[in-house]
């Protein structure tokens, strides 16, 4: 790989870690409320999360 081609992968990485991480402020900055979907799934998405991590787990 040359280091031009290196390069560019490392500032696209960037861009878009940095795009990911404003994209909420972008869509829920200070005049918005969040809505209660996006809420519940805050609430719900970590335990579903760690019950398919431990399926994945015991099935393998």
Do not use: D, E, N
């Amino acid at each position: 790989m040359s280091g031009s081609y290196l390069f560019w992968a490392i500032v696209i990485a960037a861009v878009c870690t940095l795009a990911v991480r404003w994209l909420p402020f972008a869509l829920f900055g200070k005049q918005r409320k969040v809505p209660a979907f996006v809420t519940g799934l805050g609430k719900l998405l970590p335990a579903a999360v760690m019950a398919a991590l431990l399926v994945y787990c015991v099935r393998h």
